[in-house]
């Protein structure tokens, strides 16, 4: 009989961003969407938009102010009235592409969707949306080995640090051999060579620090 297939492991990704991340949003729309891309039966994915922040009492005060909390919040009621990752993600990306505040293309990313704005603005704009952003900023601020920069990002409880870009071959090759064979972003025909440490992102504007 042929020998069993060993099972394929779900990676749990957790994603501490902030909406209006230059580095964050070039993440979301390279790296991370081309793992979800190549593997997204093999993904359980969150987001935890706070980053950066000051957390003053319970009074948060964004890196790149109002306009950021105010995208965090929507980014949160959108993934607590749509928990699956696959529902939430396209909208989430939308908001992320975009060099506008977030706020200015919430109603686009959201309807185009088929989400209901108006329930997600509810919470954003209500005490949901704050309770939601406290417990981001409780979970962020509780990190341990804490956050450096954002976008940072958690695979099965180990950070990546600056290799985030690295994301996808690094899924690859935690991959039995007989699940990665049939993933064909994982043999690309031409290889980018993996990030050195000092990666071209880190020593750009991209990643956001503290």
């Given at each position: ?7 394929v492991p ?182 980018a060579p ?17």
């Amino acid at each position: 009989p042929p020998a069993p297939q060993a099972p394929v492991p779900k990676f749990k990704i957790d994603f501490y961003m902030e909406s209006e991340c230059p580095g964050c949003k070039s993440f979301t729309t390279s790296a991370l969407t081309d793992a979800l891309n190549a593997l997204a039966d093999h993904i359980q994915l969150r987001a935890i938009p706070y980053g950066n922040a000051n957390l003053n009492g319970t009074k948060i005060m964004c890196q790149h102010g109002h306009a950021e909390c105010a995208g965090n919040k929507v980014m949160l009621c959108m993934m607590e009235q749509y928990p699956d990752w696959t529902a939430w993600f396209p909208a989430f990306k939308c908001i992320e592409s975009s060099d506008k505040p977030p706020l200015n293309v919430t109603r686009k990313c959201l309807s185009a969707q088929g989400m209901d704005v108006d329930a997600v603005m509810q919470c954003a704009d209500g005490e949901q949306g704050e309770l939601l952003h406290l417990k981001a900023a409780k979970e962020t601020l509780g990190l341990d080995p804490p956050h450096k920069f954002t976008p940072w990002v958690v695979v099965d409880g180990k950070p990546l640090g600056d290799k985030v870009m690295d994301l996808l071959p690094r899924l690859c090759k935690k991959l039995p051999p007989s699940a990665a064979a049939s993933v064909d972003a994982c043999h690309p025909q031409f290889k980018a060579p993996l990030s050195p440490s000092t990666s071209q992102l880190s020593r750009g504007p991209q990643f956001c620090y503290p």
